[in-house]
Protein backbone atom coordinates (compact mmCIF):
# COMPACT_ATOMS: atom_id res chain seq x y z
CA UNK A 1 0.00 0.00 0.00
CA UNK A 2 2.36 2.26 1.03
CA UNK A 3 4.69 1.50 -2.72
CA UNK A 4 1.08 2.02 -4.28
CA UNK A 5 0.77 5.85 -2.20
CA UNK A 6 4.16 6.35 -3.38
CA UNK A 7 3.48 5.61 -7.04
CA UNK A 8 0.63 7.94 -7.52
CA UNK A 9 2.50 10.88 -5.28
CA UNK A 10 5.11 10.44 -8.37
CA UNK A 11 2.65 10.60 -11.10
CA UNK A 12 1.84 13.51 -13.31
CA UNK A 13 -0.84 15.53 -12.61
CA UNK A 14 -2.89 15.06 -16.09
CA UNK A 15 -2.32 10.88 -15.41
CA UNK A 16 -4.21 11.57 -12.07
CA UNK A 17 -6.87 13.79 -13.07
CA UNK A 18 -7.55 11.40 -15.93
CA UNK A 19 -7.48 8.37 -13.07
CA UNK A 20 -9.56 10.36 -11.09
CA UNK A 21 -12.34 10.62 -13.10
CA UNK A 22 -12.41 7.46 -14.40
CA UNK A 23 -12.47 5.96 -10.74
CA UNK A 24 -15.59 8.30 -9.92
CA UNK A 25 -17.27 7.26 -12.77
CA UNK A 26 -16.54 3.84 -11.84
CA UNK A 27 -18.39 4.77 -7.96
CA UNK A 28 -21.70 6.71 -9.47
CA UNK A 29 -22.22 3.80 -11.63
CA UNK A 30 -22.24 1.43 -8.96
CA UNK A 31 -23.92 3.61 -6.02
CA UNK A 32 -26.78 1.49 -5.71
CA UNK A 33 -24.13 -1.64 -4.68
CA UNK A 34 -22.62 1.41 -2.21
CA UNK A 35 -24.41 1.59 1.33
CA UNK A 36 -24.12 4.92 3.20
CA UNK A 37 -21.27 4.84 5.97
CA UNK A 38 -21.30 3.53 9.09
CA UNK A 39 -19.66 6.27 11.02
CA UNK A 40 -19.16 10.01 10.93
CA UNK A 41 -16.22 11.91 13.23
CA UNK A 42 -18.92 15.34 13.55
CA UNK A 43 -16.48 18.01 15.27
CA UNK A 44 -15.23 19.97 17.04
CA UNK A 45 -12.83 21.94 14.71
CA UNK A 46 -9.67 22.06 16.31
CA UNK A 47 -10.86 19.32 18.76
CA UNK A 48 -9.00 16.43 16.84
CA UNK A 49 -11.16 15.05 14.10
CA UNK A 50 -8.20 14.57 11.82
CA UNK A 51 -6.45 13.02 13.86
CA UNK A 52 -9.06 10.64 15.17
CA UNK A 53 -9.88 9.85 11.79
CA UNK A 54 -6.63 9.16 10.88
CA UNK A 55 -6.20 6.51 13.47
CA UNK A 56 -9.04 5.26 12.52
CA UNK A 57 -7.75 3.94 9.31
CA UNK A 58 -4.48 2.60 10.31
CA UNK A 59 -7.32 0.02 11.77
CA UNK A 60 -7.67 -3.00 9.24
CA UNK A 61 -10.95 -2.82 9.55
CA UNK A 62 -12.10 0.45 8.96
CA UNK A 63 -12.71 2.43 5.46
CA UNK A 64 -12.05 5.80 4.38
CA UNK A 65 -13.88 7.90 1.14
CA UNK A 66 -13.35 5.79 -2.24
CA UNK A 67 -11.24 6.39 -4.02
CA UNK A 68 -8.93 7.37 -0.73
CA UNK A 69 -6.76 10.19 -0.86
CA UNK A 70 -4.14 11.44 0.90
CA UNK A 71 -5.37 14.48 3.84
CA UNK A 72 -9.19 13.94 2.69
CA UNK A 73 -11.34 13.18 4.96
CA UNK A 74 -15.07 14.67 4.18
CA UNK A 75 -17.26 14.87 1.38
CA UNK A 76 -18.57 18.12 2.24
CA UNK A 77 -21.88 16.28 1.01
CA UNK A 78 -24.28 17.90 4.52
CA UNK A 79 -23.20 21.45 3.88
CA UNK A 80 -21.76 22.50 0.59
CA UNK A 81 -22.72 19.17 -1.80
CA UNK A 82 -26.03 18.70 -1.05
CA UNK A 83 -27.72 19.41 -4.40
CA UNK A 84 -25.90 16.52 -5.71
CA UNK A 85 -28.32 14.24 -3.93
CA UNK A 86 -27.61 11.22 -1.66
CA UNK A 87 -26.39 9.12 -4.52
CA UNK A 88 -23.40 11.33 -5.36
CA UNK A 89 -23.11 11.18 -1.46
CA UNK A 90 -22.97 7.10 -1.16
CA UNK A 91 -20.60 6.93 -4.36
CA UNK A 92 -17.99 8.01 -2.53
CA UNK A 93 -17.75 4.85 0.17
CA UNK A 94 -17.14 1.49 -0.76
CA UNK A 95 -19.52 -1.35 -2.25
CA UNK A 96 -20.86 -4.03 -0.13
CA UNK A 97 -19.01 -6.76 -2.27
CA UNK A 98 -15.60 -5.04 -1.03
CA UNK A 99 -16.88 -4.74 2.43
CA UNK A 100 -18.04 -8.66 2.09
CA UNK A 101 -14.94 -9.88 0.97
CA UNK A 102 -13.29 -8.17 3.85
CA UNK A 103 -15.62 -9.52 6.38
CA UNK A 104 -14.39 -13.21 4.72
CA UNK A 105 -10.35 -11.88 5.22
CA UNK A 106 -10.78 -10.03 8.55
CA UNK A 107 -13.22 -12.40 10.14
CA UNK A 108 -15.75 -9.06 11.59
CA UNK A 109 -17.52 -6.60 9.12
CA UNK A 110 -15.23 -3.40 8.47
CA UNK A 111 -16.97 -0.21 8.88
CA UNK A 112 -16.93 3.22 6.73
CA UNK A 113 -17.09 6.61 7.27
CA UNK A 114 -15.82 10.04 6.57
CA UNK A 115 -15.08 13.15 9.48
CA UNK A 116 -16.08 16.79 9.45
CA UNK A 117 -16.36 18.76 12.42
CA UNK A 118 -18.81 21.36 10.90
CA UNK A 119 -21.09 18.22 10.57
CA UNK A 120 -21.58 19.69 14.80
CA UNK A 121 -21.58 23.23 14.11
CA UNK A 122 -24.28 23.39 11.49
CA UNK A 123 -27.61 22.64 12.86
CA UNK A 124 -29.13 21.96 9.11
CA UNK A 125 -27.02 19.00 9.01
CA UNK A 126 -28.18 16.19 11.24
CA UNK A 127 -31.48 15.46 9.58
CA UNK A 128 -30.25 15.60 6.40
CA UNK A 129 -27.91 12.53 8.06
CA UNK A 130 -30.82 10.61 9.24
CA UNK A 131 -32.13 10.73 5.94
CA UNK A 132 -29.67 9.53 4.62
CA UNK A 133 -27.85 7.15 6.99
CA UNK A 134 -30.29 6.52 9.98
CA UNK A 135 -28.12 3.60 11.42
CA UNK A 136 -24.91 6.33 11.30
CA UNK A 137 -22.89 6.23 14.60
CA UNK A 138 -21.44 9.69 15.48
CA UNK A 139 -18.65 10.53 16.91
CA UNK A 140 -18.08 14.28 18.48
CA UNK A 141 -14.45 15.35 19.93
CA UNK A 142 -15.18 18.48 22.65
CA UNK A 143 -12.37 20.57 23.67
CA UNK A 144 -11.93 22.94 26.27
CA UNK A 145 -13.63 25.93 24.41
CA UNK A 146 -11.57 28.53 25.64
CA UNK A 147 -8.34 26.76 24.12
CA UNK A 148 -10.38 25.79 21.13
CA UNK A 149 -10.91 29.43 20.46
CA UNK A 150 -7.54 30.16 20.78
CA UNK A 151 -6.93 27.32 18.27
CA UNK A 152 -9.68 28.17 15.79
CA UNK A 153 -8.20 31.75 15.76
CA UNK A 154 -4.55 30.70 15.09
CA UNK A 155 -5.79 28.28 12.58
CA UNK A 156 -7.24 31.14 10.75
CA UNK A 157 -4.20 33.69 11.40
CA UNK A 158 -2.22 30.81 9.57
CA UNK A 159 -4.23 30.21 6.87
CA UNK A 160 -4.42 34.10 5.93
CA UNK A 161 -8.07 34.72 6.45
CA UNK A 162 -8.30 36.43 9.77
CA UNK A 163 -7.02 40.08 9.50
CA UNK A 164 -7.86 41.19 13.26
CA UNK A 165 -6.01 40.52 16.65
CA UNK A 166 -7.72 37.41 18.83
CA UNK A 167 -9.64 40.48 21.10
CA UNK A 168 -10.94 42.23 18.15
CA UNK A 169 -11.83 38.89 16.07
CA UNK A 170 -13.77 38.04 19.43
CA UNK A 171 -15.47 41.49 19.57
CA UNK A 172 -16.40 41.57 15.97
CA UNK A 173 -17.82 38.26 15.31
CA UNK A 174 -21.61 39.06 16.41
CA UNK A 175 -21.33 41.96 13.25
CA UNK A 176 -19.57 39.01 11.35
CA UNK A 177 -22.45 36.13 11.76
CA UNK A 178 -25.21 39.23 11.34
CA UNK A 179 -27.72 37.85 9.07
CA UNK A 180 -25.95 34.72 8.04
CA UNK A 181 -28.39 32.26 9.98
CA UNK A 182 -31.08 33.88 8.79
CA UNK A 183 -30.00 33.17 5.43
CA UNK A 184 -28.58 29.35 6.08
CA UNK A 185 -32.41 28.72 7.21
CA UNK A 186 -34.03 30.29 4.47
CA UNK A 187 -31.58 28.52 1.92
CA UNK A 188 -30.55 24.85 2.42
CA UNK A 189 -27.63 25.49 -0.03
CA UNK A 190 -26.31 28.27 1.40
CA UNK A 191 -22.58 27.75 2.56
CA UNK A 192 -21.74 30.51 5.21
CA UNK A 193 -18.07 31.20 5.22
CA UNK A 194 -18.09 33.66 8.24
CA UNK A 195 -20.55 30.53 10.39
CA UNK A 196 -17.52 28.44 9.11
CA UNK A 197 -14.88 30.86 9.75
CA UNK A 198 -15.19 33.12 12.09
CA UNK A 199 -17.15 31.27 14.74
CA UNK A 200 -14.32 31.25 17.65
CA UNK A 201 -16.47 31.84 20.71
CA UNK A 202 -19.83 30.54 19.34
CA UNK A 203 -18.55 27.10 18.44
CA UNK A 204 -17.47 26.50 21.96
CA UNK A 205 -21.25 26.58 23.36
CA UNK A 206 -21.50 22.81 22.40
CA UNK A 207 -25.18 22.05 24.23
CA UNK A 208 -27.29 23.02 21.48
CA UNK A 209 -25.45 21.34 18.75
CA UNK A 210 -25.58 18.18 20.66
CA UNK A 211 -29.09 18.06 21.76
CA UNK A 212 -29.90 19.18 17.82
CA UNK A 213 -28.06 15.48 17.50
CA UNK A 214 -30.07 14.09 19.94
CA UNK A 215 -33.07 15.00 18.74
CA UNK A 216 -32.81 13.07 15.47
CA UNK A 217 -30.59 10.06 16.45
CA UNK A 218 -30.72 8.00 19.59
CA UNK A 219 -28.23 8.76 22.05
CA UNK A 220 -26.50 5.85 21.87
CA UNK A 221 -26.05 5.88 18.48
CA UNK A 222 -23.27 9.42 19.35
CA UNK A 223 -20.29 9.18 21.34
CA UNK A 224 -19.01 12.06 23.27
CA UNK A 225 -15.64 12.24 24.08
CA UNK A 226 -13.31 15.03 25.44
CA UNK A 227 -10.47 15.97 23.24
CA UNK A 228 -7.94 16.20 26.03
CA UNK A 229 -8.62 12.69 26.77
CA UNK A 230 -7.00 11.96 22.67
CA UNK A 231 -4.78 14.19 23.30
CA UNK A 232 -3.15 12.71 27.07
CA UNK A 233 -3.82 9.09 25.91
CA UNK A 234 -4.23 8.44 22.31
CA UNK A 235 -4.88 4.42 22.94
CA UNK A 236 -7.13 4.12 25.63
CA UNK A 237 -9.36 6.73 23.79
CA UNK A 238 -9.01 4.96 20.60
CA UNK A 239 -10.19 1.67 22.44
CA UNK A 240 -13.19 2.76 22.96
CA UNK A 241 -14.08 4.09 19.81
CA UNK A 242 -13.32 0.20 18.64
CA UNK A 243 -15.56 -0.71 21.30
CA UNK A 244 -18.47 2.14 19.92
CA UNK A 245 -17.97 1.45 16.67
CA UNK A 246 -17.81 -2.69 17.33
CA UNK A 247 -14.65 -3.28 16.42
CA UNK A 248 -12.14 -5.73 17.87
CA UNK A 249 -9.24 -3.62 19.18
CA UNK A 250 -6.27 -2.99 17.33
CA UNK A 251 -2.63 -1.62 18.54
CA UNK A 252 -1.92 1.55 16.84
CA UNK A 253 1.19 1.75 15.02
CA UNK A 254 1.19 5.47 15.29
CA UNK A 255 0.19 8.17 17.87
CA UNK A 256 1.48 11.19 16.39
CA UNK A 257 -1.08 14.01 16.02
CA UNK A 258 -2.65 14.97 12.29
CA UNK A 259 -3.26 18.86 12.18
CA UNK A 260 -0.91 19.81 15.20
CA UNK A 261 -3.21 21.55 18.15
CA UNK A 262 -1.76 24.81 18.82
CA UNK A 263 -0.48 25.46 22.14
CA UNK A 264 -2.59 27.59 24.11
CA UNK A 265 -1.14 31.65 23.75
CA UNK A 266 -3.75 33.97 25.24
CA UNK A 267 -1.14 36.39 26.59
CA UNK A 268 -3.99 38.59 27.59
CA UNK A 269 -5.39 37.00 30.90
CA UNK A 270 -8.42 39.31 30.86
CA UNK A 271 -9.51 37.97 27.39
CA UNK A 272 -8.83 34.28 29.00
CA UNK A 273 -10.56 35.26 31.78
CA UNK A 274 -13.64 36.54 30.18
CA UNK A 275 -13.75 33.87 28.46
CA UNK A 276 -13.31 31.42 31.06
CA UNK A 277 -16.61 33.37 32.82
CA UNK A 278 -18.61 33.09 29.46
CA UNK A 279 -17.99 29.36 29.25
CA UNK A 280 -18.64 28.61 32.89
CA UNK A 281 -22.62 28.16 33.08
CA UNK A 282 -22.63 26.94 29.60
CA UNK A 283 -20.14 23.99 30.58
CA UNK A 284 -21.87 23.11 33.82
CA UNK A 285 -25.26 23.24 31.71
CA UNK A 286 -23.14 20.54 29.53
CA UNK A 287 -22.09 18.45 32.19
CA UNK A 288 -25.18 17.99 33.75
CA UNK A 289 -26.73 17.30 30.16
CA UNK A 290 -23.44 14.34 29.73
CA UNK A 291 -24.15 13.64 33.34
CA UNK A 292 -19.83 13.98 33.65
CA UNK A 293 -17.32 16.42 34.81
CA UNK A 294 -15.70 17.60 31.79
CA UNK A 295 -12.40 19.85 33.91
CA UNK A 296 -12.34 22.58 31.64
CA UNK A 297 -11.00 26.07 32.24
CA UNK A 298 -13.04 27.95 35.12
CA UNK A 299 -14.34 24.44 36.29
CA UNK A 300 -14.92 24.14 40.04
Same mark, same amino acid.
Given at each position: MAALSALKD???????????????????? @???????????????????????????????????????????????YFFKELHRGPDWYRSHFHTEAHRELSR??????? %????ASPYYLWDHRVAPEVHAVAPQVKAIALLRDPVERAWSHYHERRKNGVEPLSFTDALAAEADRLEGEAE??????????????????????????? &?????? %?????? &?? %??????????????????????????????? @?????GIAPSAIDDDRVRAELAAFYAPRNAALESALGRSLNWTGSP
Open positions: RSPRWLKDGANVTTRAYARA @TVAQRPAPDFLIIGTKRGGTTSLFNYLLMHPGVRGLFPQSRGKKSTDRRLGYRP %VSGERMASDRGYYSEAHDWYTYRSRGIYLPS &LENWWS %VFPRDQ &LL %VLRSEDLYADVQGTFDTVCDFLELPRHLLPD @TSAFN
